[in-house]
Nanobody, 126 residues
Framework: QLQLVESGGGLVQPGGSLRLSCAAS????????IGWFRQAPGKEREGVSC????????IYADSVKGRFTTSRDNARNTVYLQMNNLKPEDTAVYYCAAGFFRTSNYCSILGQYDYWGQGTQVTVSS
């Protein structure tokens, strides 16, 4: 069974940091681009970041640029989203998604992915 599992969410104060993990089971992540998305209550899903299968290309939404970093460890079959200087507006359920694209240096934050995780809650509040 192909599965993505996010972890690392939680409650953090403004200015704090969290690192989300996206682990795969049933398939190898090295051939997939990974996207990170979030959805806050009452809002549409938003693309946050992505990383190509080669790791050579990353994209960040303007709202997180300079604060979030995505990376991948193919040996561990895991992708990470390091989130620093968190703000209350970052509060949302965060999802990772895997997509197979023809080119290894492509990724997108527009939601063109094949497999999705169940999400992990991130709450930024004092």
């Amino acid at each position: 069974q192909l599965q993505l599992v996010e972890s690392g969410g939680g409650l953090v104060q403004p200015g704090g940091s969290l690192r989300l993990s996206c682990a795969a089971s049933g398939f190898t992540l090295r051939n997939y681009a990974i996207g990170w998305f979030r959805q806050a209550p009452g809002k549409e899903r938003e693309g946050v970041s992505c990383i190509s299968s080669s790791g050579s290309r990353t994209i960040y939404a303007d709202s997180v640029k300079g604060r979030f970093t995505t990376s991948r460890d193919n040996a561990r079959n895991t992708v990470y989203l390091q989130m620093n200087n968190l703000k209350p507006e970052d509060t949302a359920v965060y999802y990772c998604a895997a997509g197979f694209f023809r080119t290894s240096n492509y990724c997108s934050i527009l939601g063109q992915y094949d497999y999705w995780g169940q999400g992990t809650q991130v709450t930024v509040s004092s």
